[in-house]
């Protein structure tokens, strides 16, 4: 995978990243005496004000997948990707700020599994902690992948140094600071991400001749894909039949697949996320900190889609000339089972930040994809550690060792959580769209977690072995569909189809969507046959933990303009606003 660098980068290019790696590194080792305790290292003490844990909330989701892969996305689907932000994220952002925090928070457990403990037993909280940690380290994987090729594309270091040297860097100011270091980094991170990829849609926009001349080329791609002359930049358009729009997901599966299955799953259970609004000041800030970040994310497909449209726009036929073909390991153009050349649509953002940026706004943007590689890694780990030593370790390995003990293995959690994320990247070599490779963990692992959730917070009756059996059994069918069906171009393997094919997907994404369908389902089903049949557990054991017995936060202090409620009503308004206007 050793190739010539591509880029010409000038001096004051490779200033611009060397000043950002001080910084974060800086920020690691100046925060390096705050980590004390166990406490301090895995959860940052409790201690943080809310416009610092709602950026780090947003920034910790910002990885690379999301830089890279929603530009690839854009490439791929057009303006509909933006389905993942206005259907797929905004609405379970306000649904966790109202409803699930106040549990979250007000049990003071310290992670997402240890709820579940607190809510079931302790088989349901290492079932969640064991799955919760693979797919952590697969993310952080999928990161590390994606960096890695940068670095191969653009500066020709070979894709093993790549992957090793980003990786040390992370590790530095993470395994210093722990929690509270990785979340002022993702701060900083939000920031660089922005002011990084604002001039790259400005200047993209100006090539083609503004949005005017985006929408017009596009339509120019989507007659060649047999679709609307609108599909690729209306996010509506076409959504009545799988045939007719560039997701290949009729409306139905996009919006019970990833309108509610895979994005209330995500926001409302992944401790990635779940664990800054703990590291908040108050129940209070708790509950802002996923508003303040849904209203940065809402707006994010336009600096993160709109380049993966205008590289699209920018090539000939599917963007080809702009977005290279993806090659294997002989170097060769890879086809599909078609015959037809595979794009390697990761790169789309890259390249296109290589066409249109000049020597020191180059360096800028590479520094903006640093800092989305980074905040994703970091974040990874940091929830790793955390599970890995409260819910895994401390609870079955060694029960009452000394806090000293505890952050200790936090950081060589730290340090195996990287080393582990290392191996996992290169599983992520063999999917040319990262983000499809992710929606399909999220799929196994979220899907199913938030039937657990839903059903054990609001409805009483859901009893531990209901939740285990079903949480076990939404993951394995979340297998089955997955091994049963592939997406079409696609070989049986890591796609699919290794149980045998008995139906093909347009697109590996409706494939997954209809995958966390089928864990959710099953999920519920299995969870509530089993806990009619067996014993739950006393109400009183259940105050603070179950909707209906739990008392609600207080707002009457605070004036209508300050209460979460009016903020979520802000934050829904102003999306569908979105929706309307790129309908």
Not at 248 to 274: K, M, N, P, Q, R
């Amino acid at each position: 995978m050793n190739h010539a660098p591509i880029a010409n980068l000038a001096f004051i290019d490779y200033v611009i990243m060397a000043a950002y790696f001080a910084v974060v590194l800086g920020i690691g080792f100046a925060l390096r005496r705050t980590a004390k305790t166990s406490t301090d290292f895995l959860i940052s003490g409790r201690s943080l004000p809310p416009w610092v844990t709602g950026l780090a909330f947003l920034s910790a989701n910002l990885g690379a997948q999301e830089v890279i892969g929603m530009g690839a996305s854009g490439a791929k689907y057009g303006i509909a990707t933006a389905h993942f932000y206005w259907i797929g994220a905004i609405p379970a952002m306000v649904f966790v700020a109202l409803f699930m925090m106040p549990f979250y928070y007000g049990s003071r457990a310290r992670s997402v599994p240890e709820y579940l403990k607190l809510r079931f037993d302790e088989k349901t909280r290492t079932l969640n902690a064991g799955t919760f940690a693979v797919m952590t380290i697969l993310s952080s994987g999928i990161s590390m992948y994606a960096m890695g090729k940068l670095f191969n594309l653009l500066l020709g270091w070979s894709f093993d140094v790549s992957v090793w040297v980003s990786a040390a860097i992370v590790l530095g100011y993470v395994f210093a600071g722990g929690l509270t270091s990785a979340i002022y980094n993702e701060v900083l991170q939000f920031f660089m991400i922005a002011f990084g990829f604002a001039p790259l849609v400005w200047l993209g926009l100006r090539s083609v001749g503004g949005w005017g001349g985006l929408t017009a080329r596009l339509s120019e791609q989507a007659a060649t894909r047999g679709l609307a002359p609108g599909a690729l930049t209306h996010v509506w358009q076409g959504m009545g039949n799988a045939a007719t729009n560039p997701i290949g997901v009729e409306a139905f599966g996009l919006v019970a697949g990833l309108g509610f299955v895979l994005s209330f799953g995500y926001w409302c259970t992944d401790f990635l996320v779940v664990q800054r609004a703990m590291a908040a000041d108050s129940m209070t800030a708790a509950r802002r900190t996923p508003l303040i970040a849904a209203v940065p994310k809402m707006f994010f497909p336009f600096l993160v889609i709109i380049p993966g449209m205008i590289a699209l726009a920018l090539g000939g036929s599917q963007g080809a000339g702009t977005i290279p073909a993806k090659l294997t390991a002989a170097g060769a153009p890879l086809m599909d089972s078609a015959g037809r050349v595979v794009l390697d649509y990761d790169l789309a953002t890259p390249m296109l930040l290589i066409k249109l940026f000049p020597a020191g706004m180059l360096g800028l943007g590479l520094t903006a994809l640093l800092a989305s590689f980074m905040s994703g890694m970091a974040g990874n780990v940091t929830a790793f550690n955390t599970v890995w030593t409260y819910d895994l370790y401390q609870s079955h390995i060694r029960k009452n060792a000394s806090d000293d003990h505890y952050l200790w293995m936090g950081r060589v959690a730290t340090v195996v959580g990287v080393l582990l994320s290392i191996a996992a990247a290169y599983v992520a070599s063999a999917f040319n769209n990262i983000m499809d490779l992710l929606q399909l963990v999220f799929a196994f692992v979220n899907a199913p977690l938030f039937a657990t959730f839903a059903l054990g917070m609001f409805w009483r009756r859901t009893t531990p072995n209901g939740a285990f059996w079903g949480l076990l059994s939404g993951t394995i069918g979340a297998a089955v569909h997955h091994g049963l069906t592939l997406p079409v171009g696609s070989t049986p393997g890591l796609k699919g189809g290794y149980f045998g094919v008995l139906h093909t997907y347009p697109s590996e994404l409706a494939q997954t969507f209809w995958t966390a369908i089928t864990a959710f389902v099953t999920c519920i089903v299995v969870s509530v046959v089993v806990s009619l049949v067996t014993t739950p557990r006393v109400e009183a054991e259940l105050r603070g933990l179950v909707y209906a017995l739990t008392e609600r936060p207080k707002d009457a202090a605070l004036s209508w303009a300050q209460r979460p409620a009016t903020f979520a009503g802000f934050v829904l308004a102003l999306t569908l606003v979105l929706n309307l206007v790129f309908r």
